[in-house]
Every structure is written in C-alpha cells, then in structure tokens.
C-alpha cells in the first residue's frame, strides 16, 4: 500500500500545500530568471558576470557579507531587489564600461541617470562630485541627478515592470485562493463527517511551513 495513503487527511493536506509553495517558488524563480537575470547577463562582460556570481556565492555561503562586495555587485543587488519591488528604473543593461566604473571604484554609486532613457549611470559622491558618465552609455542623452525626472516629470518608465509585476500578483492571487479553498475543502470535510469536529486546521500552515510567498 502506499504510504502516503496511510497518513490522516491533516498530513495529506500539508505535504500538499507544501508541495504546491515549492512548485510556485520554482516558479516564480524562473519567472524572474527570464524578466531579470537572463536580459541583464546578456549585457554583461563575462568576466563580470563571473565576478558577480562569485560573490554572491559567497555571500549565499555565509563567506562574505554584502559590505565586503565590490560596487558592481552591491548595484546588481540593488537592482535585482528593485525589479522583485518593482521599483526598477530605466533599462535593464550593465555594458562593460559601466560594470568597470563599480568594480574600480568601491564608492561609486547609481546616483545619476540619464535624461531621455532613465539609464542610472554611476557616479562618487562625497567631498567633491566624480563623474564618470556625462553621457548616457546606452543612448547618448545628458546625465545629472534626477536628469530623467526633471525633464518628464512622473517616470512612466516603470510601466513595463509594473505591469509584469502585476501579472505575478494575479497569478499569486489565483494561486492563493485555490489553498484557500484547499483547506476550506478540508475543513467542510471535517465538519460533514460526524467524527470530525475540530476547527479550522490553522496548524496546517506551520506543519507545511506555509508563512506566505515572498514577493
Ligand atoms: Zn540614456
């Protein structure tokens, strides 16, 4: 006999929902692979991007902190936690001249962007101001701080990531609702079977580990 088919409803249910979070993180991993990593890596030297893996290995490894990462890999963190918010500006690219700036220098920072495509472009701050881009890399426009905001106002560059992140949450939504009536399901099986009439089974989330779906 199988075994899975031994253990009470409760456990079924769990090791469902758990499977079911697995399969939506594997998604959702994969998701973002194809909206971030894969078109960003596709403007990258490989070296550099060797050298960002590498540290964020580390990092993963519990080796290394973030404040011991060089600019260029604190700034694809950056980004990469600002496309999972959906706050990400301007095109997703780190051409080699870029990437060098923040692998040379451990202060520059994406404080400047570009006038007409929004492109953040690294500068140093500090006692005096070092430029490195006073043209956009990616289309030649003028770069300064806020250069994009002040020239059209509201970024609507943000509508493409918006609506991706949109799209997640429906999906997300969809997702959530079906466990809910999952565990509904289980819940008025309990209720209908005179044997059964324990509340709702709200340590059903903790035995599966279910503590939401990090965005
Ligand atoms: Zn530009």
New binding site residues.
């Given amino acids: 006999m199988d075994a899975a088919l031994q253990l009470p409803r409760r456990q079924l249910v769990a090791l469902r929902l758990r499977l079911r979070k697995l399969k939506e993180e594997r998604e959702q991993a994969e998701r973002h692979w194809e909206r971030f990593w894969r078109p960003l890596f596709s403007t990258m030297a490989q070296e550099h991007i060797v050298h960002v893996c590498e540290e964020i290995g580390a990092l993963d490894d519990g080796e290394r902190d973030y404040f011991s990462f060089s600019a260029l890999t604190r700034h694809v963190l950056g980004m990469d936690g600002a496309a999972r918010w959906s706050t990400l500006q ?2 997703l690219a780190l051409p080699p001249e870029v990437a060098q700036v923040y692998l040379d220098d451990r202060d520059a920072w994406a404080a400047h962007d ?6 953040p472009v690294p500068v140093r701050t500090g006692k005096s101001l070092q430029r490195y881009f006073e043209r ?6 003028r ?1 300064g701080y806020s250069a994009y905001y002040l020239k059209h106002g509201q970024p609507e560059r943000q509508g493409q990531e918006v609506a991706a992140d949109a799209e997640e949450d429906a999906l997300l939504a969809a997702l959530l609702a079906s466990v809910g009536q999952e565990v509904a399901g289980s819940v008025e099986d309990r209720e209908s079977s005179p044997t059964a009439a324990e509340p709702v089974p709200s340590d059903v989330f903790a035995a599966s580990g279910w503590a939401g779906v990090s965005v």
């Fill in positions: 301007g095109p570009c006038e007409d495509c929004g492109y956009c890399p990616l289309c030649g426009g770069t």
